[in-house]
T-cell receptor, first 112, second 113 residues
Framework: ELKVEQNPLFLSMQEEKNYTIYCNYS?????LYWYRQDPGKSLESLFVLLSNGAVKQEGRLMASLDTKARLSTLHITAAVHDLSATYFC????????????FGDGTTLTVKP | NAGVTQTPKFQVLKTGQSMTLQCAQD?????MSWYRQDPGMGLRLIHY???????DQGEVPNGYNVSRSTTEDFPLRLLSAAPSQTSVYFC????????????FGPGTRLTVT
């Protein structure tokens, strides 16, 4: 059974600080995704990581994937209030899209 | 494109009632999925489909049925609602050759009393 664990589950940051969210998964998989969810809203895709060593960056967020360690990180640089949201990582089972296993999410609060 | 649409946005059911949550996408995606999200938790897969006429169970399928007669539509049926099915339901679609990330609908908030 594929398990996906995120930590921390809750993160309170000061603006302009850096931090990293970790996502560990239990079995081999070819695809890892990061999603963002604002309170009361749906999920939107942030990053798709398809191979070992993949690194993607968008603004103050950077995601990386180490398939050998079964670990992905989401690094936040110089946080701003607009980044406050819940971030989920998800892993596809058996490389089949649409069958993702999600972590429990990391709720990020950025305080001035 | 409208993307992924879901109806209704909110629904209250009594225990034992049945209903269908509607989901449609206009992106010609082959894969569609239903998830439920309970407070403080991630999403759990209920059922998914890899194309018209093909469906399979996910992690928590009990109490739910699906069918997929067209590429666009993927309705989720609750057979006999129970309070444990109180949740937010998300439909999603994806296209494997483009990387596989899922596009989510706005969700249906269901309360079973």
């Amino acid at each position: 059974e594929l398990k996906v664990e995120q930590n921390p589950l809750f993160l309170s940051m000061q603006e302009e600080k850096n931090y990293t969210i970790y996502c560990n998964y239990s079995t081999t998989s070819d695809r890892l995704y990061w999603y963002r969810q604002d309170p009361g809203k749906s999920l939107e895709s942030l990053f798709v990581l398809l191979s070992n060593g993949a690194v993607k960056q968008e603004g103050r967020l950077m995601a990386s994937l180490d398939t050998k360690a079964r670990l992905s990180t989401l690094h936040i640089t110089a946080a701003v209030h607009d980044l406050s949201a819940t971030y989920f990582c998800a892993v596809d089972r058996n490389t089949n899209a649409g069958k993702s296993t999600f972590g429990d999410g990391t709720t990020l609060t950025v305080k001035p | 494109n409208a993307g992924v649409t879901q109806t209704p946005k909110f629904q209250v059911l009594k225990t034992g009632q049945s209903m269908t949550l509607q989901c449609a996408q206009d992106m010609n995606h082959e894969y569609m999925s239903w998830y439920r999200q309970d407070p403080g938790m991630g999403l759990r897969l209920i059922h998914y489909s890899v194309g018209a006429g093909i469906t399979d169970q996910g992690e928590v399928p009990n109490g739910y049925n699906v069918s997929r007669s067209t590429t666009e539509d993927f309705p989720l049926r609750l057979l006999s609602a129970a309070p444990s099915q109180t949740s937010v339901y998300f439909c999603a679609s994806s296209y494997s050759l483009a990387g596989g990330e899922q596009y989510f609908g706005p969700g249906t908030r269901l309360t079973v009393t």
